[in-house]
């Protein structure tokens, strides 16, 4: 039987590396793999079974719309549940229950389905109402797995073009989506996102307090770093959700500060000298990728009374301002990774080679389905083209989508990675067909 890996992107910058570098290992397993925009089959129809590997398989938050699961199933595709975001959010375990239960209802999906999780603490979460014996695992995340060093050299070459050529800086990466959203507040978090905004409605006050003094702050310590030391560039990173022309107007006398969130996170990291967050998952990314982490708490956030707290802000050494800052600085102290704060919630297992043996052991491979790509490819480019024609063309998320180009990018360090030649078909810029050995 024809069958297919599926692998859905939602957010470009977040997902394509990893899933580029899962579909070329299973290319060399001789497993046949689509990367697409995730919406990219619902318009045009879903062609071959096998297995949905994502997380968008319903589209809407608890309760879950059905048509688009339903549609999967008719057509023979498996669903695995794997989330791209989210899985360290909350201080503790009732936070978190709620942050997940809002993302997945568990009691709809049936006992064919499967749920994998990025770590012990999520996965417990999803048994505790697992009622149609939906088969849950721990395999962590590609997303964080691509940061080892083991894949450093591998992705070098697409790191440098990717941050054009910058290296050895200190990343700062911000995240004050609720006071400085990028479009509107709506947009980031509202009913419009397409996010959890029954989680975030909850606690949406607080966020905007926090905030509020989270962006003062940090505009005044990366001030003081570039002030005192003109040697070094320093790379500020918004978060994609973030206006960036705010940091802008402040730092555009500041020679070496460099605004800029294009692209994914991850050369960013991995060719930073350390990195500077507050409540940022990339701070688990950057323990990952054996970087220092250190975490702005100020002391105007610490002596206020907002509550929240975030998971990642355990991670690494804590400064409170400029001086703190100053004293790492000067005397850098030895990474010491952070894994015994993160374990429980993010599992550092190899989650490319696990997630591919769980696919060898669901699907023996079938050389039909091989044969079958061209075509395959031919049609879906025949109808696109179409559409294009007619000037019914669907409006695409530019913004979550903008980065998809950099996929040659990828393609190259996954070849590199595994050292094996694969020759992707390019059905157009939002699909690409990873075909088996």
């Not at 994998?116 to 964080?144: D, M, T």
């Not at 320093?234 to 107007?249: A, G, M, Q, S, T």
Request: include cysteine; charged fraction near 25%; charge should be positive.
């Amino acid at each position: 039987m024809n069958s297919f890996i599926y692998l859905p992107i939602e957010v470009s910058r977040r997902e394509l590396s990893p899933k580029t570098m899962l579909a070329y290992n299973l290319s060399a397993k001789g497993y046949s793999s689509i990367i697409f925009e995730h919406t990219y089959f619902d318009r045009y129809g879903w062609k071959y079974p096998g297995i949905y590997l994502g997380k968008n398989f319903f589209r809407t938050e608890p309760p879950h719309d059905m048509k688009y699961y339903n549609n999967m199933k008719k057509k023979n595709i498996n669903i695995w549940h794997l989330d791209e975001e989210g899985g360290v959010f909350g201080e503790d375990e009732n936070e978190l229950r709620e942050f997940i239960e809002s993302r997945l209802d568990v009691t709809q999906l049936n006992k064919n389905d499967r749920v994998y999780c990025w770590g012990e603490a999520q996965k417990k979460i999803f048994e505790k109402k697992n009622k149609n014996n939906v088969l849950i695992k721990v395999s962590g995340s590609p997303n964080f797995e691509v940061l080892k060093p083991k894949y450093t050299n591998s992705y070098l070459e697409s790191d440098l073009l990717i941050t054009r050529n910058n290296k050895n800086f200190i990343l700062i990466n911000t995240r004050s989506v609720f006071v400085n959203p990028r479009k509107t507040f709506d947009y980031a978090v509202g009913d419009n996102s397409g996010g959890n905004s029954i989680f975030f409605e909850k606690y949406w006050n607080e966020y905007l307090r926090e905030d509020s003094i989270m962006l003062g702050e940090f505009i005044n310590l990366v001030k003081q770093i570039a002030t005192f030391h003109k040697e070094e560039t320093i790379v500020l990173r918004p978060h994609p959700e973030e206006n960036k022309e705010i940091y802008n107007f402040f730092f555009k006398k500041y020679k070496n500060v460099i605004i800029c969130n294009d692209g994914p996170v991850d050369p960013w990291i991995r060719l930073s000298k350390f990195i500077v967050h507050y409540g940022c998952t990339t701070a688990i990314q950057a323990d990952f990728a054996e970087k220092q982490v250190l975490t702005f708490l100020p002391k105007s956030l610490l002596q206020s009374d907002i509550k929240v707290k975030y998971f990642a802000n355990e991670i690494g050494i804590k400064i409170s301002g400029y001086e703190d800052f100053k004293n790492f600085y000067f005397n850098q102290s030895t990474y010491k990774n952070s894994k015994n704060i993160w374990d429980q919630k993010i599992s550092d297992i190899d989650t490319i080679d696990f997630l591919t043996n769980e696919i060898k052991e669901f699907i023996k491979l079938d050389n039909s389905y091989y044969l079958s790509k061209i075509p395959f490819a031919l049609r879906m480019d025949i109808r696109e083209n179409l559409k294009i024609f007619l000037k019914k063309t669907f409006k695409k998320k530019t913004h979550e989508m903008e980065n998809f180009h950099n996929i040659k990018h990828f393609f190259v360090a996954a070849e590199k990675f595994y050292n094996h030649r694969v020759d992707p078909i390019k059905v157009n810029n939002y699909c690409y067909i990873i075909p088996g050995k």
